[in-house]
């Protein structure tokens, strides 16, 4: 028998290096496995938005330190979610999905700009929308730009892709013995300082009640397993009761 899906409009916020190998470049097969992952949820008959990092291209902040102007920075990382966004559309379509990209700086050889309204139609009529070049605004992440467009879509829920899988109070690379969270209230997150999304998407989820799920996507079947409810990762929401 089969399971009502928990979530029947989500969006997925992945970094540009889990496209990559060794978290750079783009590796053709990670990208076709993650999106065979999308199509299991998306077959389900859950709406789809993402939001893709350029990390595994250019990061900003890393180039602004080198002296280059930070704004001029940030575009040119905006211009490499286009580039990711544009390979995983192509890899996704090959398996039968039809796919839109929305970009925030408009370029229409390219893709669609980013008008809310047509993305929301483009989800309800099946197809997956990858949200490409950020907010469009400089000193703005790409996480913040995941939290603004789940919130502008209505999804149900900002599925936050990892390397890991959730929130460890300390890297758990560096510390085997950090311990995971199952679940966690914004306010916990943003006063431990967590490096797994910034405080400006966290914020913003938190003043729009927009709750957050971090994953491992490398685990596979997991984003279906959290679309079917079964508990994976760790869940940010106002639902949490702290211990006194």
Known sequence: MSVE??????????????????????DAETVRRIAGEVKRVHDLG??????????????????????????????????????????MQDAMEKIGISTRVQTAIEMPPVAEPFIRRRAVRHLE??????????????FFTTDTAAALRS?????????????????????????PNAQRFTDLSYMKALNMGLKV??????????????????FNLHQSGA?????????????????VKEPV
Do not use: F, H
């Not at 990858?130 to 605004?137: E, F, H, K, P, R």
């Open 125 to 138: 009529k099946g197809r997956v929308v990858i949200l490409a070049a950020g907010s469009g605004n400089p």
């Open 151 to 175: 919130i502008e879509l209505n999804a149900q829920v900002l599925l936050k892709a990892t390397k890991v899988d959730g929130i460890y109070d300390d890297d758990p690379m560096r510390n």
């Open 223 to 239: 984003l279906e397993a959290i679309i079917r409810g079964e508990k994976y990762g760790t869940l940010v929401s106002t639902d």
């Open 5 to 26: 899906p928990k979530y029947r409009r989500i969006l997925l916020k992945l970094s540009g290096e889990a496209l990559g190998s060794q978290g750079s470049g783009i």
């Open 46 to 87: 859950v709406e789809v938005a993402m939001v893709i990092g350029g990390g595994n291209m250019w990061r900003g902040a890393d180039a602004a330190a080198t002296g280059i102007d930070r704004s001029t920075a940030d575009y040119v990382g905006m211009l490499a979610t286009v580039m990711n966004s544009l390979v």
């Open 197 to 214: 999304m910034d405080s400006t998407a966290l914020s913003l989820c938190k003043d729009n009640n927009m709750p957050i799920l971090v």
